[in-house]
C-alpha cells in the first residue's frame, strides 16, 4: 500500500534561515506528489505538485521540492524562512493505480522565531 | 476561483444526536471527499464520491455515511455522534490532480 512519512512533526527555524520539511513515500512507480499548507482555523491550499514532469517543482510563496526517484523523496524548501510560513505542512501522494484518492502525511507544524 | 464551502465552521452536539456537514462546490466538479484531521495523524480519508448518487469508503468510514443527491453538494452524517468522532472535518473537490479544501468544521461531541 502507498504511504507517505514526514520526518518530524515540529520544526522550528529562525526567520531568514533555510526551511527543510522531509517528505518519502513508498511506491514502486513513481506516483504524484503533492506539498499543501495549512494555515490557522482554514483548510488546506495547494503549494505545488509534481506530476512527472520537472524534478525541480517551483509552488508558492517562494518554496520548492526535490523529486528523487532513487531516494523516494519530496523534500519542501525555502531558502529564507518569514514569519509569515509558520502553519502545518502535509505531504501527499496520488498513486498512479488511483483515479483520485490521494494519501496525506501526518502533517509538520513549523514555527519561526524573530 | 474553486470554492468549496462547508456549513459550519464550529459545531456542538450531544452524544447520541444526529449530524449532518454539509459541503458545496462551485466548479462542477465530479469528486469530492470528506476528511477527519486530527493532531499527529494527518487527514484520514472517511468517504469519497465519483458522481452524484455514488460512494465509496475510505480509509475509516465507520460509524459515518454520506449522501450526494447533486453534482454540487457533498453531505456527511454522523447518525449517532459518539464522542471519539471529535475532530476537525474537512471537505474537498477535486479537478485534475488539484484537490480544494473548504474551511473545515471543527465538531465536538460531549
Known amino acids: 500500500a502507498q504511504s507517505v512519512t514526514q520526518l518530524g512533526s515540529h520544526v522550528s527555524v529562525s526567520e531568514g534561515a533555510l526551511v527543510l520539511l522531509r517528505c518519502n513515500y513508498s511506491?514502486?512507480?513513481?506516483?504524484?506528489l503533492f506539498w499543501y499548507v495549512q494555515y490557522p482555523n482554514q483548510g488546506l491550499q495547494l503549494l505545488l505538485k509534481?506530476?512527472?514532469?520537472?524534478?525541480l517543482v517551483k509552488g508558492i510563496n517562494g518554496f520548492e521540492a526535490e523529486f528523487k526517484k532513487s531516494e523516494t523523496s519530496f523534500h519542501l524548501t525555502k531558502p529564507s524562512a518569514h514569519m509569515s510560513d509558520a502553519a502545518e505542512y502535509f505531504c501527499?501522494?496520488?498513486?498512479?493505480?488511483?483515479?483520485?484518492?490521494?494519501?496525506f502525511g501526518s502533517g509538520t507544524r513549523l514555527s519561526i522565531r524573530p | 476561483d474553486v470554492k468549496v464551502t462547508q456549513s459550519s465552521r464550529y459545531l456542538v452536539k450531544r452524544t447520541g444526536e444526529k449530524v449532518f456537514l454539509e459541503c458545496v462546490q462551485d466548479?462542477?466538479?465530479?469528486?469530492m471527499f470528506w476528511y477527519r484531521q486530527d493532531p499527529g495523524l494527518g487527514l484520514r480519508l472517511i468517504y469519497f464520491?465519483?458522481?452524484?448518487?455514488?460512494?465509496e469508503k475510505g480509509d475509516i468510514p465507520e460509524g459515518y455515511s454520506v449522501s450526494r443527491e447533486k453534482k454540487e453538494r457533498f453531505s456527511l452524517i454522523l447518525e449517532s455522534a459518539s464522542t471519539n468522532q471529535t475532530s476537525m472535518y474537512l471537505c474537498?473537490?477535486?479537478?485534475?490532480?488539484?484537490?480544494?479544501f473548504g474551511p473545515g468544521t471543527r465538531l465536538t461531541v460531549t
Open positions: 509534481y506530476t512527472s514532469a520537472a524534478t
Open positions: 466548479m462542477d466538479h465530479e469528486n
Open positions: 474537498a473537490s477535486i479537478r485534475v490532480d488539484e484537490q480544494y
Open positions: 464520491s465519483y458522481d452524484v448518487k455514488m460512494k
Open positions: 501527499a501522494v496520488r498513486p498512479y493505480s488511483s483515479a483520485s484518492k490521494i494519501i
Open positions: 511506491s514502486s512507480v513513481p506516483p504524484y
